[in-house]
T-cell receptor, first 112, second 110 residues
Framework: AQSVTQLDSHVSVSEGTPVLLRCNYSSSYSPSLFWYVQHPNKGLQLLLK??????LVKGINGFEAEFKKSETSFHLTKPSAHMSDAAEYFCVVSETGNQFYFGTGTSLTVIP | KAGVTQTPRYLIKTRGQQVTLSCSPISGHRSVSWYQQTPGQGLQFLFE???????NKGNFPGRFSGRQFSNSRSEMNVSTLELGDSALYLC?????????FGQGTRLTVV
């Protein structure tokens, strides 16, 4: 069985400071892992995807995530937060390729 | 390249009615999956279709059904609507394990 746990339901950072959104996963196989972002009244946008090619994955808008198998973690980071980063972030796991299991989401607030 | 298109964007229905939502995937994508998003339950997988066949199904009652046409467009149907069915319904089309989501249909049941 596969599942995802996002450890923080809400994260608040000041503009220009680093962002860390935490995610732990559970999977019976070698999963694909994703981070998606959802802005208010918008659909989900793919930030990045891990598929075992490299443990450090770079995504769009300066985000990156590191896959740590020993810790079953896939935390999302960004060196410097921007106001436009304020949104809901979802960590997602998939084993079959087309069936995705979402975490409960982390709401990111960026303080000017 | 056009993205995933969901229609309608907003819908208000009465308890007991039925509703059909539509999803047009990205051209060339044969896999379409559906998700329900609510504040209490988050994003939950409903079902996935590939080449007109349902391949996977989430843990939802039989009132929720879907189908996919030969052009990969998909529809989702909910019968005998309940207040708890009020949600944002998202459709995703996938290719090579990468999913692209539509903006969703917001269904309100009154």
């Amino acid at each position: 069985a596969q599942s995802v746990t996002q450890l923080d339901s809400h994260v608040s950072v000041s503009e220009g400071t680093p962002v860390l959104l935490r995610c732990n996963y559970s999977s019976s196989y070698s999963p694909s892992l994703f981070w998606y972002v959802q802005h208010p009244n918008k659909g989900l946008q793919l930030l990045l995807k891990y598929t075992s090619a490299a443990t450090l994955v770079k995504g769009i808008n300066g985000f990156e995530a590191e896959f740590k198998k020993s810790e079953t973690s896939f935390h999302l980071t960004k060196p410097s937060a921007h106001m436009s980063d304020a949104a809901e972030y979802f960590c997602v796991v998939s084993e079959t390729g087309n069936q995705f299991y979402f975490g409960t989401g982390t709401s990111l607030t960026v303080i000017p | 390249k056009a993205g995933v298109t969901q229609t309608p964007r907003y819908l208000i229905k009465t308890r007991g009615q039925q509703v059909t939502l539509s999803c047009s995937p990205i051209s060339g994508h044969r896999s379409v999956s559906w998700y329900q998003q609510t504040p209490g339950q988050g994003l939950q997988f409903l079902f996935e279709y590939f080449s007109e066949t349902q391949r996977n199904k989430g843990n939802f009652p039989g009132r929720f059904s879907g189908r996919q046409f030969s052009n990969s467009r998909s529809e989702m149907n909910v019968s005998t609507l309940e207040l708890g069915d009020s949600a944002l319904y998202l459709c995703a089309s996938s290719l090579q394990g990468r999913a692209f989501f539509g903006q969703g249909t917001r269904l309100t049941v009154v």
